[in-house]
């Protein structure tokens, strides 16, 4: 049984950091896309950050120079290192397991999802 379990999640206050990290069990992810997305209240789920099986990464605008994704193939482990965290960073962040290597800002590529930790910046 695949499943995916973010940790990490918090309540912080602007300027604050956080790390995010995903433990994938049940098969290895290690050629896969992994992907992060989060969804804020009231508000669609949208991508934030993927990183392919040879590390490249692509990030939303908003997040740019802020977040960084980074991966460990050995310990099937995904992070998003979030930093200079800002009111709008707010949501439920989850992690993701794309169906191949070829990385995607879409869900419908990623069939494979955890159930979110909640990431809450607030002064």
């Known amino acids: 049984q695949v499943q995916l379990v973010e940790s990490g999640g918090g309540l912080v206050r602007p300027g604050d950091s956080l790390r995010l990290s995903c433990a994938a069990s049940?098969?290895?992810?290690?050629?896969?896309?992994m992907g992060w997305f989060r969804q804020a209240p009231g508000k669609e789920r949208e991508f934030v950050a993927f990183?392919?099986?040879?590390?490249?990464?692509r990030y939303v605008d908003s997040v740019k120079g802020r977040f960084t994704i980074s991966r460990d193939n050995v310990k099937n482990m995904v992070y998003l290192q979030m930093n200079n965290l800002k009111p709008d960073d707010t949501g439920v962040y989850y992690c993701?397991?794309?169906?191949?290597?070829?990385?995607?800002?879409?869900?419908?590529?990623?069939?494979?999802w955890g159930l979110g930790t909640q990431v809450t910046v607030s002064s």
């Open positions: 990183i392919t099986w040879n590390d490249y990464e």
């Open positions: 993701a397991a794309n169906r191949g290597i070829t990385p995607s800002v879409t869900e419908l590529e990623y069939p494979y």
């Open positions: 049940g098969r290895t992810f290690s050629r896969n896309a």
